[in-house]
């Protein structure tokens, strides 16, 4: 008997346990490429940085982010990682790590390179999962950004055409 589950899957992705330290070490070392065409701007506002980075802090659950190594990873100069999904979290902890923004404690800004070593180790001990996208065509990263970015919160409808535009819809 035909099985219509597995019929229907289009590519495999695994998940890993990643904690902010080991997305802070990649983000020093320029790894990552946060500008894929389907890729909206940053839009985040002091509001959400600040609410993203307190949850860091407080421990919560941070959801996932979904990260697809290019195909010359081994090989590339410059960033092989490319977010798919995740670019508003990642973009914020960006920010706040080159001291771009700061991390409002107690009603007072706070910058990266003020807080003490343990501070900053004590920062990078929670989680984000990633989704990682091994092998993952064009076709399918656009197709996981559409599955995740279409159905939560709303993208613009002309960053929808956008991408299906350039999904070749």
């Known amino acids: 008997m035909e099985n219509r589950i597995r019929s229907l899957r289009q590519f495999?992705?695994?998940?890993?346990?990643y904690s902010i330290d080991g997305y802070i070490h990649w983000l020093k070392n320029?790894?990552?490429?946060?500008d894929a065409d389907y890729q909206r701007g940053y839009v985040w506002g002091e509001e959400q940085q600040q609410a993203f980075l307190?949850?860091?802090v407080a421990g919560f659950p941070?959801?996932?982010?979904?990260?697809?190594?290019?195909p010359d990873w081994c090989e590339k100069e410059g960033p092989y990682l490319e977010v798919v999904d995740g670019k508003q979290r990642l973009t914020t902890?960006?920010?706040?790590?080159?001291?771009?923004i700061p991390f409002i404690i107690d009603g007072t800004p706070?910058?990266?390179?003020?807080?003490s070593r343990p501070e900053q180790l004590a920062f990078g001990k929670t989680s984000l999962p990633a989704v990682i996208l091994d092998d993952a065509g064009r076709n399918d990263l656009l197709n996981?950004?559409?599955?995740v970015n279409f159905?939560?919160?709303?993208q613009s409808e002309e960053h929808k055409r956008h991408v299906l535009k350039l999904k070749g819809e």
């Open 144 to 147: 996981y950004f559409i599955a």
């Open 93 to 100: 902890l960006k920010l706040f790590i080159t001291n771009s």
């Open 62 to 70: 941070l959801g996932h982010v979904a990260i697809a190594k290019t």
């Open 151 to 154: 159905t939560g919160v709303p």
């Open 30 to 34: 320029d790894a990552m490429f946060f």
């Open 110 to 115: 706070v910058y990266w390179r003020e807080l």
């Open 54 to 56: 307190h949850a860091i």
């Open 12 to 17: 495999r992705a695994g998940t890993s346990e």
